[in-house]
């Protein structure tokens, strides 16, 4: 497809419309502390439901990409990090704030995320389709390994402790278990109940993992950010010292978007990781390490632009394997998945509108952004004055209806209740939740291929090595598998050695 | 994370663990085929046991180098707290159990009457929300998106 017919798409009044108000949407949720981009995105899924596919991944695609840009606002002005990929350079934009420049900091930032996404884009337009035309050849045993590999990767990064990345990962796998099995069609875990023969619903699960967990931690905690007296700038002053502060930087934020893109591809890792590690690699290489974590420009122009480069990463192994970067990618292939397509390098030709509408939607949301985003920084000391107990109930009351639309039945109230109370006790536990989202979404594409792999071979686990790209994905996965053991082994004895 | 913690965790893990490989028992298998629906659930169960053991092991890895974390005691539950967070437990059951019998605008009503006092907000606040959130929610699932919401108690006057 050439430019012109992708700018065609997207710039139709129903989908552009659909990108506008989902740029609000998500420059509002993004900036209220606590409420985090996959929330958003979770609480945006009913809607989609009504939408045509095209339409929903729009609608995906331009909240996420506001949402972690909006993210900065609250960190910079309450120094509460709206989402968690605001959470790397927060110290630095609060102190940025707090000077008297909380819209220049906001615009510098807003800059650098614009810039991020679209250099993400225009990464992720030129690898998935090369890689999609290398993923066409695969079998059971290299989507198995495949999957298998993104879901260890997503271990890899998901917190400290190994042994609890791995808990979460296993409780997702468990959750997927539930419904009728692929191998004879018998009803597991079940219990009797007809509605859950067919799996979790994904939309209900979703909106329980990550709304309602959220909503319980905020109802625990009871607190109510305040802002203070903040000293503001005038916007147009704001704007050309920003602009003024983004060029200086245009180098830093070229090399953060390249390196949060790829980031952004491995399962698991996202906007928050690809923030903190360009936040390091800024450090290391500033002329002025010293100035970080004390209101230094330069770590917000970084993590910034890698934290939005991240998001359009996340796309990649969603779109060409099926297998989600993120927890927002994998809310989208639940949506993809529900609308009767399949993520995976056959997109590519058989939904090839959608491919591209996808990354015609990035782009537009980034170009929108401006608008939206600078529109939510002139607006942002109203828009934190929000009093919590307006949100809060808001949101309960619209988690549970957008699980009921879905399904029509109260049986996704029940999930969501059930997931929101194993979410947080997850959390309360120390366990990350990205490797549970992955697990719930790969966990009937890891047992389907396995099943169908282990009849084929009739239980010798060694063909699954025996095509040549099955034989390098099982090896990496192996690898993975190897270094997670060391990990967890140099943190048990590392330490007690280093106690002593 | 303390000890306590890490024991409790691993517990409920080994308990969710068993209960797979014991529900896993019952399910069927076909002659012609050496692997059947029970394959997947007890290995992923074995992951859990032995992840359970890992998060055991860090406890007492330290318990024994006398590293006490305290972010237990930064989140230590205040009374308040657990009641705020079962308030809001209590709300979702109930709106699951009232929605089918009362209708989405009582139901709805109640719910945001309760949420606004746990959120914080004061009886008007509770008031307002409970009267025009409904009504505005309703006309936009019920009207504009053709969600099929229960009118329950409210059937007779329903539009």
């Known amino acids: ?500 | 994370m303390t000890l306590r913690r890490d024991f409790v965790v691993g517990a409920v893990l080994i308990a969710l663990a068993i209960a797979m490989i014991w529900g896993a028992q019952g399910f069927p298998r076909i002659r012609a085929m050496p692997y059947g629906p029970d394959l997947f659930p007890k290995i992923i169960a074995g992951g859990l046991i032995v992840s359970a053991l890992g998060i055991i092991l860090e406890g007492i890895r330290d318990i024994r180098s006398d590293r006490i974390d305290d972010s237990a005691g930064r989140d230590r539950i205040t009374m308040l707290a657990a009641l705020s967070f079962m308030g809001i437990v209590a709300l979702v059951a109930g709106f699951a159990l009232l929605l089918p019998v009362l209708g989405f605008h009582v139901a709805a009503a109640l719910v945001l009457l309760c949420a606004v006092r746990i959120f914080g907000g004061n009886w008007v606040l509770a008031g307002i929300m409970a009267l025009s959130a409904p009504v505005v929610l309703h006309y936009i699932f019920y009207s504009l998106m053709r969600v099929v919401l229960p009118w329950g108690v409210l059937a007779p006057y329903a539009w």
Request: positive net charge; hydrophobic residues 55%.
């Open chain 1, 1 to 500: 497809m050439d430019l012109l017919a992708i700018l065609s798409i997207v710039v139709e009044p129903r989908i552009l419309g659909t990108i506008l108000l989902c740029t609000l949407y998500g420059a509002f949720v993004g900036a209220m502390p606590g409420l985090t981009a996959t929330m958003a995105v979770a609480l945006l899924v009913p809607f989609t439901w009504f939408m045509d596919p095209v339409q929903a991944a729009a609608a995906i695609v331009a909240t996420t990409t506001t949402a972690i840009f909006a993210g900065d606002i609250s960190g910079a002005l309450l120094k509460i990090p709206g989402t968690p990929a605001s959470a790397a350079y927060v110290e630095d934009s609060f102190r940025l704030s707090q000077t008297g420049k909380p819209r220049t900091t906001l615009f510098t930032s807003l800059f650098a995320s614009v810039c991020g996404g679209v250099i993400g884009v225009a990464i992720l337009a030129y690898a998935t389709p090369q890689l999609a035309q290398l993923s066409r050849s695969f079998s059971s045993d290299e989507a198995f390994w495949l999957a298998t590999l993104g879901l260890s990767c997503a271990v890899f990064v998901g917190g400290p402790s190994v042994p609890r990345n791995f808990a979460s990962l296993f409780i997702g796998l468990a959750v997927a278990t539930i419904g009728i099995d692929v191998a004879v069609g018998h009803p597991r875990y079940t219990f009797g109940l007809m509605e859950l023969y067919d799996g979790i619903n994904f939309i209900p699960a979703m909106i329980g993992i990550f709304a309602l967990s959220e909503l319980l931690r905020n109802a625990a905690l009871g607190r109510q950010a305040h802002l203070g007296k903040l000293v503001v700038e005038p916007l147009f002053s704001a704007i050309r010292d920003a602009w003024r502060e983004f060029r200086k930087r245009w180098k830093n934020v070229i090399r953060s978007a390249s390196g949060g893109t790829v980031i952004g591809a491995l399962p698991g890792a996202g906007a928050d990781v690809a923030a903190w590690i360009a936040y390091a690699v800024s450090r290391r290489f500033s002329k002025t390490p010293e100035a970080y974590g004390r209101g230094h420009v330069e770590g917000v122009v970084d993590g910034g632009a890698a934290n939005n480069a991240a998001v359009a990463g996340a796309w990649t192994p969603a779109l060409v394997f099926g297998i989600p970067g993120d927890s927002v990618t994998a809310i989208a292939i639940g949506v993809l998945m529900m609308k009767g397509l399949t993520p995976g390098p056959d997109i590519f030709t058989n939904d090839t509108v959608l491919v591209y509408t996808i990354f015609g939607s990035f782009f537009m949301a980034n170009v929108m952004m401006l608008l939206t985003g600078g529109l939510v920084v002139a607006l942002a000391t109203q828009i934190l004055r929000v009093p919590r107990a307006v949100l809060m109930p808001l949101i309960l009351l619209l988690s549970m209806i957008g699980g009921y639309a879905i399904t029509g039945s109260v049986i996704a109230i029940w999930i969501i209740l059930a997931l929101g109370l194993l979410a947080s006790g997850m959390i309360w536990a120390g366990m990350p939740l990205a490797p549970a989202i992955l697990g719930i979404v790969l966990g009937r594409i890891v047992e389907d291929n396995f099943m169908v792999s282990m009849m084929k071979s009739r239980g010798d686990l060694t063909e699954f090595f025996a095509r040549d790209t099955a034989a390098v994905l099982g090896t990496l996965t192996l690898l993975v598998w190897a270094a997670l053991l060391l990990r967890a082994g140099w943190s048990f004895f590392g330490n007690r050695t280093s106690s002593k």
